[in-house]
């Protein structure tokens, strides 16, 4: 689909974890949720992808007995508040990058 649509998944589910009364674990679960089915040719390079990646496989590593979203619920709902914080933060990086590289595209002519 393109940066252009990363950019809208993850300004959604950035925005909801900015302005939300959730626990971290609930911000990260529905951030994590609305964009965990990004593929590569979302990503403006590798090296975001990879980011990507390692922040999805660090919210799902865990209730490998279960598929799905239910999988990042079991994962995340067991996180401590920093461990949420770091993934919510790593997620807000991801995002950044992904901006950028939106903005760069918006204004070729």
Known sequence: MGVD???????????FAL??????QKRLDTLISGVCHLQRDDFP????W????????????????????????????QMSDEEA?????AAFDVFS???????RTEFVI
Do not use: P
């Open 50 to 77: 990879d980011e990507f990646r390692k922040l999805v496989n660090e919210t799902t590593k865990g209730g490998t007995r279960q598929q799905g979203e239910k999988r990042v619920r079991s994962t995340i709902s």
């Open 19 to 24: 302005v939300s009364d959730a626990s971290l």
């Open 97 to 103: 990058h992904v901006a950028k590289a939106f903005g």
């Open 5 to 15: 649509y990363a950019w809208e998944m993850f300004y959604s589910a950035i925005r």
């Open 45 to 48: 390079d590798e090296h975001m």
């Open 85 to 89: 914080r770091e993934c919510l933060r």
